[in-house]
C-alpha cells in the first residue's frame, strides 16, 4: 500500500479542457511539493505547499494544500500539449523526518492537440 | 553548472552480475539520494545520504549497498543483480532540509535491465 495515493492514474484530455489530479493520504505531512517528469528525464520541482489551507498558482496551475495537511490538489485550466507528462506529488516530514520525501503514485497526463 | 549527472544512461545486466551506478552533482549539496521507478508505483526511495561518509536505508535498500566517499559523489551497487531490479533509478540530491521544505535535483536516470 502506497502511502501517497494519486488520481487518476492515467488522463487523456483535448487541448483547451480543464483537469484536476488528487493526491491522498491518511498521514499528515509538513510539506507537500508536485513535481513534473517528461520522458527520459527526471523530475523537475513545479511548486511545494506548506501551510494547510495554502493555495499557490503558478500561470495556468493551481495547486492547494488541504486543510489537515494530508491531501493535495492540482488544477490545470486550459491545458496545453506542452502540459503533457507525469506528474508527482511528495510529502516531507513524514513521522518527523525533515531529509527525505514520500512520492505518490504518480498521474500520466496526455493533451491531445 | 552540469547539475545532476548519472552514468552510466542505460545497462543490461544477466542474473548474478554486478554493477555500480555513478551519481555527480556539481551544487555542494549536502543530501543524496537514489530512487527507484516503476509503473504505477511514482518513486521509492532506495538508500540516501546526509553528507560525506554517511548512508542511511530507505523503504526498498535489499539488494543494494551505498557509498558517499566524497560529497558530491554518491554510488550505488549491485552486487548480485536480480530480475526485480529491473527498473530507472534516479539520483537526487538537495542543498539541506531547511525547515520543513526543500528542493530535490534529479539526474536523467539509468534505465536498467536484469535479464
Known amino acids: 500500500t502506497q502511502l501517497l495515493e494519486q488520481s487518476p492514474q492515467f488522463l487523456s484530455i483535448q487541448e483547451g479542457e480543464n483537469l484536476t489530479v488528487y493526491c491522498n493520504s491518511s498521514?499528515?505531512?509538513?510539506?507537500l511539493q508536485w513535481y513534473r517528469q517528461e520522458p527520459g528525464e527526471g523530475p523537475v520541482l513545479l511548486v511545494t505547499?506548506?501551510?494547510?489551507?495554502e493555495v499557490k498558482k503558478l500561470k495556468r496551475l493551481t495547486f492547494q494544500f488541504g486543510d489537515a495537511r494530508k491531501d493535495s490538489s492540482l488544477h490545470i485550466t486550459a491545458a496545453q500539449p506542452g502540459d503533457t507528462g507525469l506528474y508527482l506529488c511528495?510529502?516531507?516530514?513524514?513521522?518527523?523526518?525533515?531529509?527525505?520525501?514520500?512520492f505518490g503514485t504518480g498521474t500520466l497526463l496526455a493533451v491531445q492537440p | 553548472n552540469a547539475g545532476v549527472t548519472q552514468t552510466p544512461k542505460f545497462r543490461v545486466l544477466k542474473t548474478g552480475q554486478s554493477m555500480t551506478l555513478l551519481c555527480a552533482q556539481d551544487?555542494?549539496?549536502?543530501?543524496m539520494y537514489w530512487y527507484r521507478q516503476d509503473p504505477g508505483m511514482g518513486l521509492r526511495l532506495i538508500h540516501y545520504s546526509v553528507g560525506e561518509g554517511t548512508t542511511a536505508k530507505g523503504e526498498v535498500p535489499d539488494g543494494y549497498n551505498v557509498s558517499r566517499l566524497k560529497k558530491q559523489n554518491f554510488l550505488l551497487g549491485l552486487e548480485s543483480a536480480a530480475p526485480s531490479q529491473t527498473s530507472v533509478y534516479f539520483c537526487?540530491?538537495?542543498?539541506?532540509?531547511?525547515?520543513?521544505?526543500?528542493?530535490?535535483?534529479f539526474g536523467p536516470g539509468t534505465r536498467l535491465t536484469v535479464t
Open positions: 511528495a510529502g516531507g516530514g513524514y513521522g518527523g523526518a525533515t531529509n527525505k520525501l514520500i
Open positions: 498521514s499528515v505531512f509538513s510539506s
Open positions: 537526487a540530491s538537495s542543498l539541506t532540509a531547511s525547515g520543513r521544505a526543500y528542493e530535490q535535483y
Open positions: 505547499v506548506v501551510t494547510g489551507g
Open positions: 551544487m555542494n549539496h549536502e543530501y
